[in-house]
């Protein structure tokens, strides 16, 4: 693999290699672009099978934050980190603040926060070696609420598209991951009156969760031939692909995972099965828009309306689908595109 051709071929300004023996911080900083502001994006802590692996994971999610502050109208650029370790074995005050280091050494051009496998705590230790950070626990806090909310939102938009109604009493959801994000989602859909499919790895995560939201739980690659409505991704990413494609009898794909496509290609799939697609970086926008509370100063009550906006951007994402007769991600990139162009 060539990182340099690799880089250039995504567009990105910057990747950095970063390694702390002491603290066993092993991470990648990667800054795909500022033109709209710095770059933003959430630190992940995962044990990943090779340092390729890692590479091509940074490089796709940071690509993902720029086109997701573009489409949400937010005036920062997109980043992202990752950090391959054991998160059982690691002190995890010496390496978030061995991270905190070398992100105070980008000098602002890159503002991290909380990612899957790191939580506000753990961004309290960047902040003793960074101001260059947010979702810490006396500031804007835990996003997993206000990113499962905007995830809802684009499950009515989807709805209302395929259907002609956003009214998801009666509908079945089967949810994939009962992580932070993905147990909220299941509250939000209970309210509104929809039956529960789930499941997760984690036999302890599923079991409660099931128990809570009164949800049909699954084994792991049962969730993909589920007789549902919609099918939520709300764990990792790379599990819309050929072999999990051609399983799924939902009519709708609107979950919270980041980069949800194993390749473009099965954006295309999709399209040619029928089934709706909302871009995950549209759908999964609260997350970040609740970052403004500490980066841009916004209040909750913005917040939350920026959120349930995201009901409108996903039907103007649709409606460029239809006009210029491309699947949906395409047209969500069309639309991101368009506004960096603009900047």
Sequence with gaps: MNVTELMKSMGHEQVVFCNDPKSGY???????????????????????????EAVIDVLRLSRGMTYKNAVA???????????????????????????????EGLAGRYITAEDVGT?????????????????????????????????????????????????????TVAVQGCGHVGLNLMRELKTAGAKL?????????LDRAAREVAAVPVEPEAIYA???DVFAPCALGGILNDATIAQLKAAIV?????NQLLEERHGSALEQRNILYAP????????????????????????????????????????????????????????????????
């Design 26 to 52: 092993n991470g990648i900083i990667a800054i795909h672009s500022t033109r709209l502001g710095p770059a933003i994006g959430g630190t992940r802590l995962w044990l990943y099978a090779s340092g390729e």
């Design 119 to 171: 939580s506000p705590a753990d961004m309290d230790y960047v902040r003793m070696e960074t101001n260059h950070v947010a979702g810490l626990a006396d500031g804007a806090g835990d996003p997993s609420p206000v990113t499962a909310r905007g995830v809802f939102r684009a499950i009515q938009a989807s709805a209302m598209y395929k259907w002609g109604s956003d009214d998801l009493s009666g509908r």
């Design 280 to 343: 995950d970086y549209v759908a999964n926008a609260g997350g970040v828009l609740n970052g403004g509370i500490e980066l841009l100063g916004w209040d909750r009550e913005y917040v939350k309306s920026r959120v349930d906006g995201i009901y409108d951007t996903l039907t103007s994402v649709f409606e460029i689908a239809k006009r210029d007769g491309v699947p949906t991600y395409k047209a969500a990139d069309r639309l991101a595109e368009q506004r960096l162009n603009a900047a």
């Design 73 to 103: 109208r937010i005036p920062l650029g997109g980043g992202k980190a990752v950090i391959s370790a054991d998160h059982t074995k690691v002190d995890r005050e010496k390496l978030f603040r061995a991270h905190g280091a070398f992100v």
């Design 197 to 205: 499919i789930i499941t997760d790895i984690n036999r302890e995560l």
């Design 254 to 258: 609107a979950g919270a995972a980041n």
């Design 226 to 228: 589920a007789d549902a």
